[in-house]
């Protein structure tokens, strides 16, 4: 059975840093990325890494203050995240695709439940 699993949300000042990490169980996935969801918004795309080039994508003001990564012995993705606004505020998922990351939420196959980040001004 796959699993993907969100942890590390919470409250932070702005400024401050949070760190989240996504666990997927199961199986292993070739692209793992990060989206966000404010209230009465659309999702959002945050990030995402493919698991073999490495190569990683952002979302335009995610740029400069995220950094996504991944264990793939662990089969684990992190989102560091510093310089937070209070516009950061979101729940945030982790999603994982059997092909390579995108932007496009539709290609993800796996959801997690999602982690609340609050940034407080």
């Known amino acids: 059975q796959v699993q993907v699993v969100e942890s590390g949300g919470g409250l932070v000042h702005a400024g401050g840093s949070l760190r989240l990490s996504c666990a997927a169980s199961g199986r292993a996935f070739d692209g793992m990325g990060w989206f966000r969801q404010a209230p009465g918004k659309e999702r959002e795309f945050v990030a995402g890494?493919?698991?073999?080039?490495?190569?990683?994508y952002y979302g335009d003001s995610m740029k400069g203050r995220f950094t996504i990564s991944r264990d793939n012995a662990k089969n684990t993705v992190y989102l560091q995240m510093s310089s937070l606004k209070p516009e950061d505020t979101a729940v945030y998922y982790c999603?994982?695709?059997?092909?390579?990351?995108?932007?496009?939420?539709?290609?993800?196959?796996?959801w997690g439940q999602g982690t609340q980040v609050t940034v407080s001004s």
């Open positions: 890494i493919d698991r073999n080039v490495g190569n990683t």
């Open positions: 999603a994982a695709t059997r092909v390579s990351a995108t932007r496009n939420q539709y290609t993800y196959d796996y």
